[in-house]
């Protein structure tokens, strides 16, 4: 079996190619991490759902690059649970030479959450720190209860790097059917696996918000010395951590460690192990490599859901070999619809990855969840996340939520 698994690994980088050439979908690709481990159900603030990277369709000079973290807030809790987390670091780990290791970050932290002399809250100010050194601040876009509309995106661009900021409520990106895969899993256990559970098509993130943090970043101010761009994403606290008991407040004194962490899609949520999960998060794409995961990974697949070897290796090459880094090709144009910039080559809003990678566990059999596309149209610019869904006015029954 260590022979077995071995062999995958080594076949894995050849396949890759294979799979971004032949495998193809024709529908655009996604996935999600949206409670991933038993550690993030206690601290949804951390709880990162997903990370994209995409050129931007309207100018292909730049590289868009999103994570969402809390998500299903419901529109009637935008003004409660619409805060980012000031004791927690949002980091973007960028890999630039081809390997597992990161080889710049970008950090991302926010000011608490106050309210002005009328009582009303105020917007967050956010601080990012930059490869180049540079800090500047930018405000966050105030999360509302109006029933009216969702509040405009506050932008903000850097002068000196020219990175352009947002961050902020928006409606939840992620497309997903999460009862039927539950169902189509408990099928495979009782022996009959049973496609047909999908049939229902019912996008469990319709109607919820999340918030995000998204960077429109000038690729020549990132790049490495070859065409690829990797990104990893992690919320992190620092370790230990103080309770104020007289302000109510926490605060960190000690080094940042994990508390999730994000890169491709549905790594972490469908193929480790549940006892590995939480160490899952706290560890590293170095470790991803190295085949700390691997045996578990290889496990969730070969024995759980059948499947075979060519597949496992095309699993393998985009999440394990060169560690859980999602990957884009800066010679590959984007337009916002072309098939050759779909994941696996970074990673779209619309991206549906979850039939993508549905089709390789079912050994290169097509198999989808008919969950096919957000809820609502995304923003055709940056930051292309669709608004925040608001509370619905007096006399409305349908509040969109299809679970």
Not at 31 to 39: Q, R, T
Not at 207 to 219: H, R
Not at 302 to 323: E, H, K, M, P, W
Request: with cysteine; charged share 20%.
């Amino acid at each position: 079996m260590q022979l077995v698994r071995k062999r995958l690994w080594t076949i894995a980088i050849a396949l890759l190619l294979g799979f971004v050439v032949v495998f193809r979908p024709a529908s655009k690709p996604e996935a999600a991490d949206h409670g991933d481990a038993p550690l993030t159900a206690h601290d949804l603030g951390a709880d990162l759902n997903d990370a994209y990277m995409f050129l931007d369709p309207n100018d292909n000079s730049r590289v868009i690059m999103i994570l969402t973290v809390h998500g299903f807030i419901v529109p009637g809790e935008n003004a409660n649970f619409g805060i980012f987390d000031p004791a927690l670091r949002y980091r973007f780990e960028i890999e630039t030479t081809g390997d597992a290791k990161p080889d710049k970050f970008i950090d991302v932290r926010f000011s608490p959450r106050v309210a002005n002399s009328a009582g009303v809250p105020q917007a967050q100010t956010a601080t990012v720190s930059l490869p180049n050194g540079r800090t500047f601040t930018a405000p966050a876009t105030n999360s509302s209860n109006s029933a009216d509309v969702a509040p405009t995106p506050v932008l903000t661009t850097d002068s000196q790097s020219g990175v352009i900021f947002f961050a902020g409520l928006t409606d939840d990106p992620f497309f997903f059917d999460i009862p039927a895969f539950a169902r189509f899993n408990a099928s495979i256990r009782a022996g009959a696996p049973d496609p047909g559970v999908f049939n229902r098509g019912r996008d469990t993130f319709a109607g919820y918000n999340t918030l995000s943090i998204a960077l429109s970043i000038p690729v020549s101010f990132i790049r490495g010395p070859g065409n690829g761009l990797g990104l990893a994403c992690d919320t992190q606290r620092r370790s230990p951590q103080v309770y104020n008991s007289r302000t109510g407040e926490v605060a960190g004194v000690g080094r940042w460690v994990n508390v999730d962490r994000e890169g491709v899609p549905a790594v972490n949520v469908a193929l480790v192990p549940f006892n590995l999960k939480n160490t899952y998060n706290a560890s590293n794409s170095v470790d991803d490599a190295n085949g700390r995961f691997a045996p578990g990974i290889v496990d969730t697949l070969q024995n759980f859901y059948r499947t075979d070897a060519t597949s496992i290796g095309i699993l393998a090459s985009v999440a394990v070999t060169r560690g859980d880094i999602l990957r884009l090709d800066l010679t590959v144009p984007n337009t916002g619809i072309n098939p050759e910039a779909s994941f696996p080559n970074g990673r779209r809003l619309a991206d549906d990855v979850i039939d993508i990678i549905l089709t390789l566990v079912n050994n290169r059999q097509p198999l989808g969840d008919n969950a096919n596309g957000n809820d609502v149209p995304f923003r055709s610019a940056f930051p292309f996340l669709a608004p925040s869904h608001q509370p619905r006015p007096p006399g409305t029954i349908d509040d969109s939520t299809r679970n």
